[in-house]
């Protein structure tokens, strides 16, 4: 297993029309806005992606698209999140058969699996999948987490490949990556305000639902920092922090949304019960776009 994930990758919006269909055109022109944007891959489907609210046949659609689109100029990374193993198998099946070129397993979410039970819930996804595999933690968002224990063992597994932390610890994000050196394993921060720590800690990059928004901007932290440029990296990352922590202005991933329409990218409304952000709220939104240089 020779893939390393690598670089700046967004946690890719899923663009909805007004009736809540997936919205196929302002995909394709999301798509190429991100890549024309210097992002390092594009990753589907995942939490930024409302995967909770998509049945199989709207996932598939979201992959079959974002494939056709991106044409092989990036890696495709597929997110398959379920409660239950055989519920993931499936979703990773898809995205087998659809022809991504990796794919992140969130934890389960709701259900408290033991350590164990997660490592055996991992080895079975891996053992029906050819396809490279990164272990997702957010345990903010499912109240599972993946110990650096856990995350050595099943670095030991071929085709797991990394993990994707969104904890915020970043003792936790360090210990995954001391404990795993010298094996097929990579680290990518998935708390927007950390990738620059994580590069100088050892980590391999981000997937990150800021780089929808401010592509260039993201993968800047990334580009800069292998270029040994790393003051320009760190103020690339100052640079980025507002919009990520201003997150709060709105119930997630709505932000997000809310800023891509700000610059004129057509991303459509989150998933009912997700509202608006009001209108104070895309003041301060504003503002932030406006102090990033994103917006005049």
């Known amino acids: 297993m ?19 269909k997936i919205n196929e055109k302002a995909l394709r022109k999301l798509v190429n806005y ?31 698209i974002t494939v056709d689109e991106t044409k092989g100029r990036v890696p495709v990374y597929a997110g398959a999140a379920a409660i239950t193993t055989k519920q993931v198998v499936k979703l ?28 055996t819930h991992y080895k079975t996804i891996a053992a029906n ?13 499912t109240g599972v987490t993946i110990t650096a224990a856990t995350a050595a063992k099943l670095a030991d597994v071929e085709n797991i490949v990394g993990i994707k932390d969104s904890s915020g610890d970043f003792t936790l ?26 590069l100088c800690y050892g980590g391999t990059g981000s997937i990150a ?12 932290i990334y580009d800069k920092y292998m270029a040994g440029d790393i003051k320009g990296s760190l103020e690339a990352q100052y640079t980025l922090a507002p919009l990520r922590i201003g997150f709060t202005l709105g119930t997630f991933p709505t932000v ?9 990218i057509e991303a459509g409304p989150c998933m009912d019960p997700v509202g608006p952000m009001s ?18």
Not at 209 to 220: E, G, I, M, S, T
Not at 279 to 296: F, P, S, V, W
Request: proline residues 6%; contains cysteine; hydrophobic residues 40%.
């Open 173 to 198: 994000t360090g210990e995954y990556i001391r404990l795993t050196r010298g094996k097929n394993f990579h680290v990518l921060a998935g708390r927007d305000t950390l990738i620059h720590a994580a």
């Open 2 to 20: 020779n893939f390393v994930p690598k670089g700046v990758l967004p946690a890719m919006i899923t663009p909805l029309t007004k009736e809540g």
């Open 129 to 141: 999948t050819k396809l490279p595999i990164l272990l997702y933690n957010n345990v903010p968002k």
């Open 92 to 119: 990773v099946n898809i995205a087998e058969e659809v022809g991504v070129d990796a794919v992140s397993v969130l934890t389960p979410m709701f259900i408290s699996p033991s350590q164990d039970q997660l490592i």
């Open 209 to 220: 639902a800021c780089a929808n928004v401010a592509p260039r901007l993201c993968a800047d």
């Open 279 to 296: 209108t104070e709220e895309k003041e301060q939104l504003k503002k932030i776009l406006i102090q990033m240089g994103l917006l005049k």
């Open 34 to 64: 991100l890549i024309d944007g210097g992002i390092h891959g594009i990753f589907a489907v995942g939490t930024t992606g409302e995967f909770y609210g998509l049945t199989p046949e709207e996932h598939r659609e979201v992959l079959e």
């Open 256 to 264: 997000i949304k809310e800023a891509l329409e700000l610059l004129g």
